[in-house]
């Protein structure tokens, strides 16, 4: 049993910048790696980051390299996305979720926080 609460959303203009942030509550010990995912309109929900046991980051899209950055604190059951330069097609919803323990898939999801970048 994982819960994941994502916050840090709202309305900014472009090139702006926003810190979502994702608490994990229950049997966090059982988790590996956590990522970021979001559903743009028009498109299905794309994996956009995510950050290993070790600290280590792996891009799934290409765009936001250079300006998102991931982060985590274990001990606090929290991970960050920093947004930068933030874009017009940044814009959707943005989801946390987590892989439990040896299953190499992100089983545990929250609910989503809202991103809207617009002039």
């Known amino acids: 049993q994982v819960q994941l609460v994502e916050s840090g959303g709202g309305l900014v203009q472009p090139g702006d910048s926003l810190r979502l942030s994702c608490v994990a509550s229950g049997r966090t010990f059982s988790t590996d790696g956590t990522g970021w995912f979001r559903r743009t309109p028009g498109k299905e929900r794309e994996f956009v980051v995510g950050?290993?046991?070790?600290?280590?980051?792996?891009y799934g899209a290409d765009s936001v390299k250079g300006r998102f950055t991931i982060s985590g604190d274990r001990a606090k059951n929290t991970v960050y996305l920093q947004m930068n330069n933030l874009k017009p097609e940044d814009t959707g919803v943005y989801y946390c979720?987590?892989?439990?323990?040896?299953?190499?898939?992100?089983?545990?999801w929250g609910q989503g926080t809202q991103v809207t970048v617009s002039s």
């Open positions: 950050i290993s046991w070790r600290g280590f980051t792996t």
């Open positions: 979720a987590a892989q439990r323990a040896g299953s190499g898939t992100y089983d545990f």
